[in-house]
């Protein structure tokens, strides 16, 4: 089940997944949960996730304290995972891969997963984060998952342990989404970085391909054992399917990733040639703005056109002008965002307690008005797709 993401795993991540599981160990746990991947991330191994983490003071030290607070002598904190169970342990099971850093373990006493006799599983919400954390790494258009995506994907899953620790140490999880983002966008290079087109239509691609071997191995194996089904989806269908539960989440995560890769590039451009005029500035993000729009109606009339190959069901200038309008207000609106995070800080550095007040009303507005257009997308996106039906 977790093959597709053990295969994309950075030796970073595979790092932290070795230490999740000596933190596991250490409280004599039998499966490994969120908390357990906590002091992990924010550990030397976590890289972008454990810079975001430091800048809310959620350091390895202050992490590892309140675990210990909380779980020594307590059972796991959350649900074993639900999925295939492995009979000969006796309870849900997932087997993890073999890091090249298992060396740098073995003295710690704790048992690292290449000589630990027992086996040990995951929590059901650590499988998905990890799920999630493969799916963010599609979103971002890369061929790896690092901790970064992790932690992006533990944050989804609101109700586990590890959020709640985030939290009572004093990190905002909103806050840290952004501070992910925004040093992902520092530490990538535009070698590393594929267009919002390549991101999206192989990301789809990779989905559609994964989705549809596992329905050919449930026909293989109903022809097998001569136990029929009553229906399984064409690859037509699956296409479909995949296209409306995924498109609205990698057009978001590109306009934010992408909006915060232009203020790095504005700031860099600075740093190098002094302040830009205010109106060339406006008009490079104005510009930005078309191009992100261009791209988008690009990359869905390309998955219409050569994956559904229903070139009679093309969206019309209408329905793109839909999808773009909302592009561009989403844009604008993690512009603003972006801007007054920076106030922000600003306030935090001067103690201005009014301006911080002001500021955070101002920021809380924002945070709600990018909800409303992240659901007008997803809306807009779902109804356009649907209509459009491979089965209709």
């Not at 073999?98 to 086996?119: C, E, F, M, P």
């Amino acid at each position: 089940m977790l093959d597709s993401v053990f295969e994309r795993s950075s030796d970073a991540l595979l790092q932290v997944l070795q230490l999740s599981l000596d933190e596991c160990i250490s409280f004599d746990h039998t499966y490994i949960c969120t908390d357990h991947m906590l002091p992990a991330l924010a550990s030397e191994y976590g890289g972008v996730a454990s810079q975001a983490l430091a800048t809310m003071k959620v350091d390895e030290d202050a992490v590892r304290k309140e675990l210990e607070n909380q779980v020594k002598g307590k059972t796991e904190s959350e649900l074993p995972f639900s999925g295939r169970p492995d009979l000969s342990a006796g309870r849900p099971s997932v087997t993890l891969p073999v890091t090249s850093l298992n060396s740098n373990n073995s003295s710690s006493g704790q048992g690292s997963i290449a000589d630990s006799r027992k086996a040990y599983g995951m929590s059901d919400l650590m499988v998905q984060a990890l799920h999630r954390a493969y799916e963010y790494s599609l979103f971002f258009g890369l061929q790896y998952i690092n901790p970064e995506h992790l932690l992006l994907g533990i944050m989804d899953a609101s109700e586990s342990t590890a959020v709640k620790i985030i939290e009572e140490l004093g990190g905002n999880v909103d806050f840290l989404r952004r501070q992910i983002l925004q040093l992902m966008s520092k530490a990538l290079n535009n070698e590393e970085n594929p267009g919002l087109k390549p991101a999206i239509v192989s990301g789809l691609r990779e989905l559609i391909d994964k989705h549809y071997r596992a329905v050919s191995t449930l026909q293989a194996l109903s022809v097998r054992s001569r136990y029929a089904l009553s229906s399984l989806p064409p690859r037509s269908e699956i296409v479909h399917m995949v296209c409306v539960g995924y498109f609205p989440d990698f057009i978001l995560n590109q306009i934010a990733f992408r909006r915060y890769l232009l203020e790095e590039t504005l700031a860099q451009l600075y740093l190098r040639v002094g302040g830009l005029d205010k109106e060339l500035n406006a008009t490079i993000i104005s510009s930005a703005a078309q191009t992100l729009r261009a791209e988008v109606r690009s990359s869905i009339e390309f998955m219409l056109s050569n994956e559904y190959r229903l070139f009679n069901q093309m969206l019309d200038d209408a329905e793109h002008d839909l999808i773009g309008s909302v592009v561009e207000d989403l844009w604008w609106a993690q512009g603003e965002e972006i801007a007054l995070n920076a106030l922000f800080s600003d306030a935090l550095d001067d103690y201005s307690r009014d301006n911080m007040l002001n500021l955070q009303e101002r920021r809380l507005e924002i945070t709600q008005r990018l909800a409303k257009l992240r659901s007008r997308l997803d809306e807009t996106i779902r109804h356009c797709f649907v209509k459009r039906s491979v089965s209709a």
